[in-house]
């Protein structure tokens, strides 16, 4: 039985992983086709049909360039800096719920690779390290503008992640758990969040946005000051890894959202297909919704960055601290006080 | 399996505090320091109290040491820059910090835990539920005390860095 269930869950981890990387490597080639549409033009089109082998290009392109040292006495953390951006970003999704329970041989296996008591703490955890692999890689390049990269980035993400948690701390009140498969079922049952908390989704969502270090809060790349930004100085597939990095964080972001605030795998009338055609078809739909809803998501994140001009860094910081932080101390305030009055 | 886990943790727990002393460099010291933080949540985790593990990554590692490093990479610490103290400060500074030591030892030797009768009655003392329960009826006066000192640190930091604008 033991064995039955570490083999369940290695092949659940495997998935989740090749699935990041999956939508990771796709999300450079949507945000060139979605940047493409946006201004009017065709986008990648040469390699494979619509330019879909495109990211095996770049890949390849990356994995044979030149692999160039700058002149750092700190070798050993000028790579550990991409390793720790590339593992942030892909331990996250070990707490996500995918799917409602599946039945594989008479087995009830629920699609999740681990449903802790603290998920939501667990991410907000790996955020708070996340900081860590743009610091040491920035400051181990031995390099000013890289510096400057990493402390815009990281002090930009440590600001959000107060909002980021006090938007989250009004979906607790209501869930009373802290575990995103308990969120979702109580969704399930009661409605969507974003219908409750139209207010906690906004922040929460601009805070993605600052968190994952995208227009227009991707003042760490601001070329016109910085050069390349943190990832100044690197070049082949360790610029690879943080390039990749930030996709795969967008993928994961995307689909903490939907988890959160869209109800996660739940359609209208699962219930109704788990009945009438069995739980396998039910669960497959509704992984096939939540997938939708991350799509939506990545979406959204390539409309912004072509549509919205980046923000000033005294703007950023004032929406942070002066407007976001209140505004979520504000909701949780009436959070609770609707729940004392209809309780 | 789980002494095999315990004796690598504490074996890094150990290593890389000996290192954080040990190394000249402010910047290595910093992330050895980290190491050592999430080795201190392996062994929370050993303990399977879930929710102090990861506050404390978040906390510790994810909140104080990024401002720490912060600071120490502005700064850009050289080993000429460093004041070099007296014997008398070092031995002193070793004297108050094992002072330090025994006091906590001492006030937890003593300590009555109060969440014993959780622990009795079999319910799960380490989820969340009950962590917030024991908090907020057993030791709600310290968890006040707790959140004022919190509110006086920063209005102190709003207050200094407002007094400096005028200037």
């Known amino acids: 039985m033991d064995s039955v269930f570490i083999i369940e869950k ?3 981890i495997v998935a989740v992983f090749a699935l990041t990387m999956l939508m990771a490597m796709y999300s450079t080639w949507a945000e060139r086709k979605v940047a493409a549409f946006l201004q009017d033009r065709v986008g990648p089109n040469r390699a494979g049909w619509g330019g879909l082998l495109q990211p095996l290009a770049d890949g390849a392109k990356l994995f044979t360039k030149e692999e160039f040292f700058p002149n750092t006495p700190n070798k050993f953390l000028f790579i550990l800096g991409p390793a720790i951006a590339m593992s942030t970003a892909l331990i996250t999704s070990a707490v996500i719920p995918w799917g409602d329970q599946i039945e594989v041989f008479g ?4 699609l999740q690779a681990t449903d802790i008591d603290v998920s939501i703490l667990y991410i907000f955890g790996v955020l708070s390290i996340g900081v860590y692999g743009i610091m040491i890689g920035a400051w181990a390049s031995n390099n000013k503008y890289s510096l400057m990269s990493a402390v815009r980035a990281s002090s930009q993400m440590i600001s959000y992640e107060v909002a980021m948690g006090l938007a989250m701390i009004s979906i607790l009140m209501m869930s009373g758990s802290l575990s995103l498969k308990d969120i979702t079922v109580m969704q399930a049952n009661d409605g969507w969040n974003i219908f409750y908390q139209p207010l906690a989704f906004l922040i929460f969502l601009i805070c993605s946005f600052a968190e994952t270090n995208r227009t227009p809060f991707d003042l760490a790349e601001c070329e016109s000051e910085l050069i390349g930004g943190y990832h100044t100085e690197y070049s082949s597939m360790k610029m690879g890894f943080y390039l990749f990095a930030e996709y795969a964080n967008m993928f994961i972001s995307s689909t903490i959202l939907a988890v959160v605030f869209l109800g996660g795998y739940h359609f209208p009338g699962m219930a109704w297909v788990n009945e009438n055609w069995g739980i396998n078809i039910g669960a497959l739909l509704g992984f096939l919704t939540l997938f939708a809803k991350i799509c939506f998501f990545i979406f959204f994140y390539m409309w912004v960055r072509w549509t919205i001009p980046r923000f000033r860094y005294d703007q950023l910081m004032h929406l942070g601290w002066k407007i976001l932080i209140p505004l979520a101390v504000i909701n949780i305030i009436i959070t609770g006080i609707v729940m004392v009055l209809f309780n | 399996m789980l002494e095999i886990v315990f004796y690598i943790l504490s074996a890094i727990t150990l290593g890389t505090a000996f290192l954080t002393v040990v190394s000249k460099n402010a910047i290595h010291s910093a992330i050895y320091l980290v190491i050592c933080f999430f080795a201190l949540a392996g062994h929370y985790l050993l303990f399977n109290s879930q929710f102090l593990a990861i506050v404390h990554i978040i906390v510790y590692a994810g909140a104080i040491m990024v401002l720490l490093l912060f600071t120490l990479m502005l700064m850009n610490l050289d080993n000429d820059d460093e004041t070099k103290k ?43 539920k009950v962590l917030g329960k024991v908090l907020l009826n057993e030791y709600q006066v310290p968890f006040e005390f707790a959140s004022i000192l919190l509110l006086v640190s920063m209005i102190g930091a709003v207050l200094i860095s407002k007094k400096e604008e005028k200037i």
């Open chain 1, 10 to 12: 290695s092949i659940i």
């Open chain 1, 107 to 110: 087995r009830k296996v629920a």
């Open chain 2, 86 to 128: 007296p014997l008398f400060a070092k031995l002193a500074a070793v004297f108050s910090a094992g002072i330090l030591g025994l006091v906590l030892i001492a006030a937890l030797r003593k300590a009555q835990p109060e969440n014993i009768e959780y622990v009795n009655s079999g319910v799960d003392y380490q989820s969340i």
